[in-house]
Structure formats: C-alpha cells, structure tokens
C-alpha cells in the first residue's frame, strides 16, 4: 500500500539553526500539507501546498518557514532559525488522487525535532 | 472561531462498546475525520463523514448531524490494541484539517 515517508525520524539541533524536514507525499497525491503537534497538545496544520504554490498558511508559519517541492517526489519544510518552541513532531501530509479534494489525508510516521 | 470539543480520556473494558463524541464550531464545513494516532506516531485514517448519518467500517462507526454540529465514533468489540487516542479533525472550506485536543482511550481486560 503506498505511504508517505519522512526522513529524519528525528532531528536535533541547536536553536538558531537551519533544519530541512523532508517527506516524500503519495505519487499520484497532487495536495501537500504540514502539520506540527507539541508533546502532549493537539495536532495543528502549518501549511497547504498545490499546484507549485502554497494554498494556505496559519499563524504559526511565519517568515521562519519556507516549503518547496524541488522535484517531482519530494516535499521539504524549512524552518531558517530554529526557536525552543519549535520543538515537535513535524508530520507531512497528502490528499488528492484521481478522487480529487475529496479524499482524506495520509499522514507520514513525523520527524521529532528537539530545539536545544 | 475554530472549536473542535472532545473529552479528554475514556476507558473501557475488553469487549464492550464505547462511543466517543465530538462538538464543533468552524468557519467552513468540507467534512469530518476520525483519526487513531497511538503515542509517538502518526495519526492512522478511521472514517470520513460528510453528509449526515452512520457509516459503518468493521467494528467502527461514525455519524454525523450538520445541523447539530455533532458527531460521535463508535468502537464496538473493544480489543487491548484500540487503547490509542482517537481525533476528531474538520476540514474547512479551504481544505486544511482542524483538530481537537483528542481522546485518549484506555481499554481494561
């Protein structure tokens, strides 16, 4: 059955560093999503992607973020300068075969980031 | 505002039936998913309801009221595996999920 991955499974780092999240969404999936969920809180959506170009952005996805689709199967997040509250489970998300928006969402197995 | 209500933890024996509930309040409504995420992983899709009523899937179910902005998962035949947190997510109008705080379930033998 096909999966969305995700490397690292965990990721440290010391604060002010760059980090790059990477996943690798269904083949055929053409919506692309982020999620983060802090230990012990509920999980929240950071950002959508289609078509090229971000469809959406919470609050929480400011000027410290950046995603890209640099080829065909890979989808990365980039946080520039990492804070201690960015510390989380990252989980990458896809939707949308032939079925269209309609479809739910599969979700990768996450990347712990650990901020230090 | 976006509010998504669910209880906080449930137990259960082996065996038995157990319905988990969900409330919400969201600026748009494209649908409702339960998700299963056991600790440390990722969430696991359960049940997609958009239209209003029961949809039925093995020893799970889940229904849904528009009107009453509600909707509950039902587990039927519990087994030790099911103990997990369980996810009452919306998707809104412009198709990002919206999650609540999740159930955290503990089934007994």
């Known amino acids: 059955e096909p999966e969305v991955t995700q490397t690292p499974s965990h990721q440290v780092t010391q604060m002010g560093q760059e980090v790059i999240l990477r996943c690798v969404p269904i083949s055929n999936h053409l919506y692309f999503y982020w999620y983060r969920q802090i230990l012990g809180q509920k999980v929240e959506f950071l950002v959508s992607?289609?078509?090229?170009?971000?469809?959406?952005k919470s609050e929480i996805f400011d000027d410290q973020f950046s995603v890209e689709r640099p080829d065909g199967s890979n989808f990365t997040l980039k946080i520039r300068s990492t804070k201690l509250e960015d510390s989380a489970m990252y989980f990458c998300?896809?939707?949308?075969?032939?079925?269209?928006?309609?479809?739910?969402?599969?979700f990768g197995p996450g990347t712990r980031l650990t901020v230090l | 505002g976006q509010n998504i209500d669910q209880p906080t933890e449930m137990t259960a024996t082996e065996g038995a039936i157990v319905q988990i509930n969900c409330t919400y309040q969201?600026?748009?409504?494209?649908?409702l998913f339960w998700y299963q995420q056991h600790a440390g992983e990722a969430p696991t899709f359960l049940s997609y309801n958009v239209l209003d009523g029961l949809e039925e899937k093995g020893r799970f179910s889940s229904f849904l009221s528009r009107s009453k902005g509600y909707s509950y998962l039902l587990l039927k035949e519990l087994q030790m595996k099911d103990s997990a947190s369980y996810l009452c997510?919306?998707?809104?109008?412009?198709?990002?999920?919206?999650f609540g705080t999740g159930t955290r379930l503990q089934v007994f033998p």
């Open positions: 998300a896809s939707s949308g075969g032939s079925g269209g928006r309609n479809n739910e969402q599969f």
């Open positions: 992607f289609y078509n090229n170009e971000i469809s959406e």
């Open positions: 997510a919306v998707r809104d109008n412009t198709d990002k999920l919206i």
């Open positions: 969201t600026s748009g409504f494209n649908g």
